[in-house]
């Protein structure tokens, strides 16, 4: 067993990993996790050097057997990882060893990564997010509330005079961002920039009608080259935001597109996470994959609205959170099995979004406070009297929830919240 090492304390320098293991021998499955996620294979090596193994060995350092299904033991496990296993700034390269091949391997029932540790050195590879909460609020002069968005819906299908006009009526409504959806790129009825254009012209009008700062946040995923091109064109046009699709773009592109150092934020969408973080058998938790976001510089990400369509409960929410917004973060050995600190390094805008009405905006300030991105795209396009509307009432809500009015006294004074209300119950 040549690198179970337990009880060892691990270095402050070390990259850590927590994963619950699913399999009838722990010790030999955690042994294994550990090699094959670093510098081992099924069998010795006679290639091995004795100074490889003394400087790039993991250690896998607790095992907390947490029951057992049949002849399966189920186990939570912590691997430590010297530094200079990892190039740094890579981080493809890192997560092809920590989260690579192990999750194919025939002796394991289950494998699910549910946090890392990024030491000092680690981060300080990585730019992190350009504007951080602070920097977006500053950029929207919006202190002391929720920011209000919306998704121009259908997601696909208007053209761009009709997707503008949407965005436009979000905007005279009370939004302060307005978004392409996430499958929203250049299609033919829709191209990517007569679309920039014609929106960001809308945006220029509703800003001087009525005297706030508006948002829009074009989706630039595409093949990466295109991406960079689209990019540049939002930047070119004087966009303060692109949106990315980061999960099936991947972590080569995502670090990319930052490391470019273009001026706009960063507006992290992340569709197929699901696919990764959703069994509770295989894969990676949404809180680990927020973690690599963070490093890798979005200015803002999805992490559930709790409340809303979308899967994600109020303590894994409430974690994720944590992790893209504190800059010290401690362990809960529930969803956070690790203490992290982010040492100087930019935040992220939690975005709470999916199935999101008014009447769910109180339950949802209550969870974030005033930190929070809010969208709604049926939530405001499918208001009975249509999106000026169903913008108001989001504005609304958002504006009692923050200053602790029931939304059936605002609703008094604003009626496209009362319409609302009823509508949807
Ligand atoms: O297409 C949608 O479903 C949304 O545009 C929301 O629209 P609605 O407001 O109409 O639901 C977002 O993509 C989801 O929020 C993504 O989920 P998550 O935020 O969990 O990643
Ligand atoms: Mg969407």
Known sequence: MDYLELGYEPKDNELLSCMVVKAENLK??????????????WTELKTMKSEIYKKLKPRVYEINEMGKEGDTNIGLIKIAYPLDTFEPNNMPGTLAGIAGNIFGMKSLNGLRILDFRFPKEFIKCYSGPKYGIKGIRKLLNVMERPLVGTIVKPKVG??????????YNSWIGGCDIVKDDENLVSQDFNKFEGRLHKVLECRDKAESETGEKKIYMPNITAPYREMVRRAELVEDAGCEYAMIDVVVLGFSAVQQIREEGFNFAIHAHRAMHAAITRSREWGISMLALAKIYRLLGVDQLHIGTVVGKMEGGKDEV?????????EDVKEDNKNKFFNQKWHGLNNTFPVSSGGVYPKLVPEIVNIFGKDVIIQAGGGIHGHPEGTVAGARAMRASVEASIEGIPLSEKAEEVSELKKALEYWK
């Open 318 to 326: 409430c974690s994720i959170r944590d992790e893209i917004v504190l």
């Open 158 to 167: 208007l053209n761009s005079e009709e997707h503008a006009k949407v965005a």
């Open 28 to 41: 030999k499955a955690a042994n294994d996790i550990a090699g094959e996620s670093s510098i081992g294979t």
